[in-house]
């Protein structure tokens, strides 16, 4: 069944459905932008326009959060920290763009498009265990790719340290892609804190 238990619980459901597909929108920019940089650095520009509106969703989130009835499934605890671990993904997102720019990096590196990848296909399932909130889906394999996707973009970020450190690179650039890598390791360890969120909302719904 859907998690609905009134008007104010359907608005929250709404919201969340948007931020799913807010920041699938995100990873995706994120993932293009880094493929060909600096060949389409204007990207940048659009990380921080959907950062603003994950803003957006996540106050709009939170007042509903407060207008609940007690008797809500998405409680008004469950319901924060998951807004702002929703909003944590695009806030790592935009902040790995954002400072591309400000590293001055001439070419991207190939561990950073697999990993930027990799956030694509959570963010991806992230909007789907969302719109199984409201639709009453089985909400469970979604969250099993998340976790298995986590797993994964915790290789490749140990691969791309790795490089980093054996390959006889510049300092200042291992430096720069040290941080670069961390951050959107960030956003993709965010789409699993979202999994285990959505997995206690479950459990206490009686979906798990």
């Known amino acids: 069944m859907p998690l609905r238990s009134g008007s104010s619980e359907e ?5 969340l459905e948007e931020s799913g597909r807010n920041i ?3 990873a995706m920019v994120l993932r293009d932008l880094i493929a060909d940089y600096p060949l389409h650095s204007e990207l940048a520009r659009e990380l921080v326009v959907l950062e603003h509106e994950g803003d957006r969703i996540t106050h709009d989130l939170i007042v509903q959060l407060g207008s609940q009835k007690k ?3 998405v409680t008004a605890e469950d319901g924060y920290a998951l807004a702002t671990t929703l909003d944590d ?7 790995t763009g954002d400072m591309l720019g400000v590293y001055g990096v001439e070419a991207p590196m190939e561990q950073a498009v697999q990993m930027a990848e990799v956030l694509v296909g959570a963010a991806e399932q992230v909007a789907v265990a969302l719109r199984s909130l409201r639709s009453g889906n089985d909400i469970n394999p979604a969250l099993v790719e998340i ?3 986590e797993n994964e973009g ?7 340290l790795a490089a980093l450190f054996t390959g006889g690179i510049d300092p200042m650039v291992v430096i720069r892609w040290k941080d670069i890598f961390s951050w959107i ?3 993709i360890d965010s789409c699993e804190q979202v999994a285990h969120r959505l997995e206690g909302i479950m459990l206490r719904a009686g979906r798990g």
Do not use: N
């Open 24 to 26: 699938e929108r995100t």
């Open 185 to 187: 390791e960030g956003s």
């Open 11 to 15: 608005a929250v459901l709404t919201l």
């Open 89 to 95: 993904i695009v806030d790592y997102a935009e902040q």
């Open 147 to 149: 976790h298995r996707l």
């Open 154 to 160: 915790d290789t490749l970020h140990r691969e791309a």
């Open 71 to 73: 008797t809500a499934v």
